[in-house]
């Protein structure tokens, strides 16, 4: 047996026990995961400084604080995440208990990604902790010492059997994939991403793909262009471009490209210095293999700004390209690096059918000074996440979901959005084995009479709050001791009772009352959407209100 499988078989084990549901014990695991990120501080950072040479601040900055945060709010929401969810009722279900109950999936596998190693293992892991799962980690070989971190720590603040850590590379991941999981959570590239959903689809395993692809940035000409091309230089350059959702490329206005250009220049050294390869703050492209990959993508292209590289240290200098054609290979496959591609158009319309003809993004970004303008963009094309007038910011936003769709993944996560995507939202109805003469009406024989019954309780939808349903339960009661009394007073049968009969109720207090609304509720004036009661001797209209002379039921 591999030790994949040992690993993914110990965690169903210890899922079947139902340790892992009870929110007590999640809060332990949570809080531990805490302990983890601030007292492993250091050695996370000492790894990510080895694999894409982060700065002692950039590490927090960008990797530990959104988790910290991540953890923070599930630790404050999870009981009201994990309670019932109450929801609308009709008629036909008013006196039933209707909810969601979310439940644990079972066991995740939980693929990560090597740019934001921690970031993107850890935060789908804090989901699928608050939801009551197992789950195996699986970090990226490619960020070596992030993985080791992950492998030699983790186990030592969190459940070993129901949390396993496996490294490894491709076999490892080959054969994890074929195990059988409750849900696979992916990040990053569509390529893998097929593969993993080939992989899934023979289990019927659900997955949440966080992929990546070309996200356009277009610039108005009537925005800030040295505030836009300030925040983008940041978007682009942040961890040398290695970012799913940083902006791939540019579409402006040609007659804005050159200030583009000298905006980004100024950005540049604003953030950098004069030679970027001598900042802290300026990372290095992973390997050496996706260093030949970005450098191979500005054949045949002009560049502007930047080009410099050295191929023993991954160092690609923050890089600018102008005039490129939409058939220029860097404009054929995401980026990821610091190359950025500028592209011509000359409307906002024009860049609108330019992201239209290719796949969908994770994030589309839109720079101007006309709000119109942005909506008109957000409306007319699609993509993952949008942001305008800045760049990644939604990502840093625990209550928008954040995942991509068509091209660019499916499934979201980040705050209550990971909690739902790795719980089951089960559906529960409870209904008492009383008031059995309310059933009639879906018993056959079905007539003319019990489907107008039957609609009038399934289409009319009741959405009342804890008041409203005391308050409702309170009218009925009063209603029912009513018809009670007139039943005590006159023994023979009502008119009413009479007809509640005749559509095959029986004539017991709550089918009368229910028979009796039902009558008002088919008497609504639909032009107006007033209520106007029947005119009878026993009945005086004040307003829109029918007060029962006789004390009947008004």
Same mark, same amino acid.
């Given at each position: 047996?591999?030790?994949?499988?040992?690993?993914?078989?110990?965690?169903?084990?210890?899922?079947?026990? @139902?340790?892992?549901?009870?929110?007590?014990?999640?809060?332990?695991?949570?809080?531990?995961?805490?302990?983890?990120?601030?007292?492993?501080?250091?050695?996370?950072?000492?790894?990510?400084?080895?694999?894409?040479?982060?700065?002692?601040?950039?590490?927090?900055?960008?990797?530990?604080?959104?988790?910290?945060?991540?953890?923070?709010?599930?630790?404050?929401?999870?009981?009201?995440?994990?309670?019932?969810?109450?929801?609308?009722?009709?008629?036909?279900?008013?006196?039933?208990?209707?909810?969601?109950?979310?439940?644990?999936?079972?066991? /995740?596998?939980?693929?990560?990604?090597?740019?934001?190693?921690?970031?993107?293992?850890?935060?789908?892991?804090?989901?699928?902790?608050?939801?009551?799962?197992?789950?195996?980690?699986?970090?990226?070989?490619?960020? /070596?010492?992030?993985?080791?971190?992950?492998?030699?720590?983790?186990?030592?603040?969190?459940?070993?059997?129901?949390?396993?850590?496996?490294?490894?590379?491709?076999?490892?991941?080959?054969?994890?994939?074929?195990?059988?999981?409750?849900?696979?959570?992916?990040?990053?590239?569509?390529?893998?991403?097929?593969?993993?959903?080939?992989?899934?689809?023979?289990?019927?395993?659900?997955?949440?793909? &966080?992929?990546?692809?070309?996200?356009?940035?277009?610039?108005?000409?009537?925005?800030?262009?040295?505030?836009?091309?300030?925040?983008?230089?940041?978007?682009?350059?942040?961890?040398?471009?290695?970012?799913? +959702? $940083?902006?791939?490329?540019?579409?402006?206005? =040609?007659?804005?490209?050159?200030? /583009?250009?000298?905006?980004?220049?100024?950005?540049?050294? &604003?953030?950098?210095? $004069?030679?970027?390869?001598?900042?802290?703050?300026?990372?290095?492209?992973?390997?050496?293999?996706?260093?030949?990959?970005?450098?191979?993508?500005?054949? %045949?292209?002009?560049?502007?700004?930047?080009?410099?590289?050295?191929?023993?240290?991954?160092?690609?200098?923050?890089?600018?390209?102008?005039?490129?054609?939409?058939?220029?290979?860097?404009?054929?496959?995401?980026?990821?690096? =610091?190359?950025?591609?500028?592209?011509?158009?000359?409307?906002?319309?024009?860049?609108?059918?330019? +992201?239209? &003809?290719?796949?969908?993004?994770?994030?589309?970004?839109?720079?101007?000074?006309?709000?119109?303008?942005?909506?008109?963009?957000?409306?007319?094309?699609?993509?993952? @996440?949008?942001?305008?007038?800045?760049?990644?910011?939604?990502?840093?936003?625990?209550?928008?979901?954040?995942?991509?769709?068509?091209?660019?993944?499916?499934?979201?996560?980040?705050?209550?959005?990971?909690?739902?995507?790795?719980?089951?939202?089960?559906?529960?109805?409870?209904?008492?084995?009383?008031?059995?003469?309310?059933?009639?009406?879906?018993?056959?024989? +079905?007539?003319?009479?019990?489907? !107008?019954?039957?609609?009038?309780? +399934?289409?009319?939808?009741?959405?009342? %709050? !804890?008041?409203?349903?005391?308050?409702?339960?309170?009218?009925?009661?009063?209603?029912?001791?009513?018809?009670?009394?007139? !039943?005590?007073?006159?023994?023979?049968?009502?008119?009413?009772?009479?007809?509640?009969?005749?559509?095959?109720?029986?004539?017991?207090?709550?089918? /009368?009352?229910?028979?009796?609304?039902?009558?008002?509720?088919?008497?609504?004036?639909?032009?107006?959407?007033?209520?106007?009661?029947?005119?009878?001797?026993?009945?005086?209209?004040?307003?829109?209100?029918?007060?029962?002379?006789?004390?009947?039921?008004?």
């Amino acid at each position: 047996m591999s030790r994949e499988k040992q690993a993914v078989d110990r965690a169903r084990t210890a899922f079947k026990t @139902g340790r892992s549901k009870p929110l007590e014990f999640r809060v332990r695991q949570l809080k531990a995961l805490q302990r983890f990120i601030t007292e492993r501080e250091k050695e996370i950072a000492e790894a990510l400084k080895k694999d894409l040479n982060k700065s002692q601040f950039d590490t927090p900055m960008y990797e530990l604080l959104g988790l910290e945060g991540e953890i923070s709010l599930s630790l404050e929401k999870l009981a009201e995440w994990a309670a019932p969810r109450h929801v609308e009722k009709t008629l036909l279900t008013i006196s039933d208990q209707v909810y969601i109950q979310p439940e644990p999936l079972g066991v /995740v596998l939980i693929i990560g990604a090597w740019n934001y190693p921690l970031a993107v293992t850890i935060q789908p892991l804090i989901g699928a902790i608050a939801a009551g799962n197992a789950a195996v980690v699986k970090p990226s070989e490619v960020s /070596v010492h992030t993985a080791r971190v992950m492998e030699d720590f983790l186990p030592l603040y969190l459940d070993k059997e129901l949390y396993p850590v496996v490294t490894g590379g491709v076999p490892e991941t080959q054969e994890l994939l074929r195990q059988r999981f409750d849900h696979i959570f992916y990040t990053g590239n569509s390529a893998v991403g097929r593969l993993v959903m080939e992989a899934a689809a023979r289990h019927l395993t659900p997955v949440t793909l &966080e992929l990546g692809g070309k996200s356009p940035c277009y610039i108005s000409p009537d925005c800030d262009l040295s505030i836009a091309c300030r925040r983008i230089t940041w978007g682009k350059f942040t961890n040398c471009g290695q970012t799913c +959702i $940083a902006p791939d490329y540019i579409l402006c206005d =040609p007659s804005i490209q050159d200030r /583009v250009v000298d905006e980004i220049r100024k950005s540049i050294k &604003e953030f950098y210095g $004069a030679d970027p390869k001598t900042s802290p703050d300026y990372g290095r492209i992973i390997n050496q293999r996706h260093f030949g990959r970005v450098m191979s993508l500005l054949d %045949g292209c002009t560049v502007a700004l930047g080009g410099e590289s050295d191929e023993s240290q991954c160092y690609i200098a923050p890089t600018v390209l102008r005039d490129v054609s939409p058939d220029a290979k860097v404009m054929q496959e995401e980026i990821f690096g =610091p190359v950025l591609p500028i592209l011509s158009v000359s409307s906002a319309d024009e860049a609108i059918h330019f +992201i239209n &003809e290719r796949e969908k993004p994770l994030a589309l970004y839109v720079f101007s000074a006309d709000n119109k303008l942005i909506k008109h963009m957000i409306a007319e094309t699609s993509s993952g @996440g949008v942001t305008a007038n800045d760049c990644l910011l939604h990502y840093s936003v625990s209550a928008l979901p954040f995942g991509g769709v068509g091209n660019s993944g499916m499934g979201c996560y980040h705050g209550k959005h990971s909690f739902d995507q790795l719980s089951h939202l089960r559906a529960c109805l409870i209904k008492s084995l009383g008031m059995e003469s309310m059933n009639k009406v879906r018993y056959p024989p +079905i007539t003319a009479e019990k489907l !107008r019954w039957a609609r009038f309780f +399934i289409l009319k939808r009741v959405n009342l %709050g !804890r008041v409203g349903r005391l308050a409702l339960v309170a009218v009925l009661a009063v209603l029912a001791a009513v018809v009670l009394q007139v !039943r005590t007073r006159e023994p023979s049968m009502s008119p009413l009772e009479q007809e509640a009969c005749s559509v095959g109720l029986c004539c017991d207090c709550s089918s /009368v009352v229910l028979y009796e609304i039902y009558l008002r509720f088919d008497k609504l004036n639909h032009n107006s959407g007033r209520y106007l009661p029947p005119q009878t001797p026993n009945h005086r209209t004040e307003g829109d209100v029918c007060l029962p002379l006789d004390g009947g039921i008004a």
